[in-house]
Nanobody
Framework: VQLVESGGGLVQSGGSLRLSCAASESIRSISVMGWYRQAPGKQRDLVATITSGGSTNYVDSVKGRFTISRDNAKKTVYLQMNSLKPEDTAVYYC??????????????WGQGTQVTVSS
């Protein structure tokens, strides 16, 4: 199982980026999809999650600026990030709770994508 992330980069404060994370074809079903981030010297923290039914949850610091969405047919989760701030700088990781044809439900992580916001 592979999760492939894309969309990170360098942006000025106030700018926008859109992250994508696509799961490999071996995944049969996905319940929860989420985005986490890890800044240098800090632990990995939750940013946002979305359930199979479309319910979303955000950490307070990104509410009103970030939007998580998913395309079940494409097995892809997105994170639209607007009004970016320097404190949003981190490596962003996607996570999916999923099952394949041969495994029970497990958590899978992407490789991470760097987001850098300059002031």
């Amino acid at each position: 199982v592979q999760l492939v992330e894309s969309g990170g980069g360098l942006v000025q404060s106030g700018g926008s980026l859109r992250l994508s994370c696509a799961a490999s074809e071996s995944i049969r079903s996905i319940s929860v999809m989420g985005w986490y981030r890890q800044a240098p010297g800090k632990q990995r923290d939750l940013v946002a999650t979305i359930t199979s039914g479309g319910s979303t949850n955000y950490v307070d610091s990104v509410k009103g600026r970030f939007t998580i969405s998913r395309d079940n047919a494409k097995k892809t989760v997105y994170l639209q990030m607007n009004s970016l701030k320097p404190e949003d700088t981190a490596v962003y990781y996607c996570k999916m709770r999923a099952r394949t044809l041969v495994t029970i439900e497990l958590d899978y992580w992407g490789q991470g994508t760097q987001v850098t916001v300059s002031s």
